[in-house]
């Protein structure tokens, strides 16, 4: 038992070492998708789905991790309404883009390089965690939400979201309004393996999701699809795929 733990983790070192390369070649394209984003109706849309959870918790100088934090969306809403704002990616590249939108943005979140399933973060340190488009992509989702739940305080909140994106097969987009235009193939066939590699593509979502979280014995809320709320900018075009909202309490 001992040597097949190894060497899945051995597996998963080998499978981080491939999601890291794909997001830093992904980084200046995703960035200005998420640019566009910041700069069209998504962003408020967003704070909205953000604020309607935040604005009920009894702090008000909320201390947030944002876990894959990307080209820094998430970090730089957060950080422009107010919160102390960390944000975390495994991809060198990514967290270079983000700085710079911060400083575009005049948003004033940190940022560090490390792994989403091992926050190098003591216990209780933050009031809130949220991810995007993140989960779907790791290893080993199940220490993610425990190491997210680790380092939450008590009564702290953890919104994830994300999509099901298991049984799906990515293919190029010819529609240049489209956000994933101009991905070439040999990025989507990577991104293809690596979906394919990662063991929560087998279950399906938010329902398992949920379920897991309450094993952990945190109270979990859903919203199955919040697409219609959040990809609203006429000019950008997203998959026909629901985007789900996990919020999960401490």
């Known amino acids: 038992m001992e040597a097949l733990h190894r060497e899945i983790q051995n597996d998963d070192r080998k499978l981080f070492g491939a999601i890291e ?3 830093d070649a992904r980084s200046h394209e995703f960035s200005q998708t998420r640019l566009k984003e910041l700069a ?3 962003a408020a849309a967003w704070t909205g789905v953000l604020q309607e959870r935040l604005g009920k918790l009894p702090r008000k100088r909320l201390r947030i991790l944002d876990v894959g934090t990307g080209a820094g969306f998430f970090a730089i809403l957060l ?3 107010g919160y102390e704002v ?3 990616d495994m991809s060198g590249d990514m967290l270079h883009e983000a700085k710079l939108n911060a400083l575009a943005c005049g948003a004033g979140a940190k940022f560090l390089k490390m792994n989403a399933q091992e926050p190098d973060f003591p ?3 933050f009031d809130v965690v949220v991810s995007r488009n993140l989960t779907w992509t790791l290893p080993d989702a199940m220490e993610a939400y425990r190491q997210w739940k680790r380092v939450l305080k008590s009564g702290g909140l953890l919104m ?3 999509s099901d994106y298991g049984r799906e097969t ?4 010819e529609d240049q309004s489209d956000v994933h ?3 070439g193939q040999s990025l989507i066939d990577e991104c293809n393996a690596i979906k394919d590699a990662v063991r929560i593509s087998t279950h399906r979502r938010p329902a398992w999701d949920a379920a897991f979280l309450r094993e952990l014995g945190m109270e979990v809320e859903i919203e199955e699809d919040i697409a219609p709320r959040v990809h609203n900018d006429p000019a950008m075009h997203y998959d026909n795929i629901p985007v789900f909202a996990i919020y999960a309490y401490k």
């Open 21 to 23: 390369g794909y997001w």
């Open 40 to 42: 069209g109706p998504s």
């Open 79 to 81: 950080a422009k309404l």
């Open 86 to 88: 960390t944000g975390i």
């Open 123 to 125: 216990d209780g340190t």
């Open 160 to 162: 994830n979201f994300d």
């Open 170 to 173: 990515f293919s190029r987009k």
């Open 181 to 183: 235009a101009n991905i």
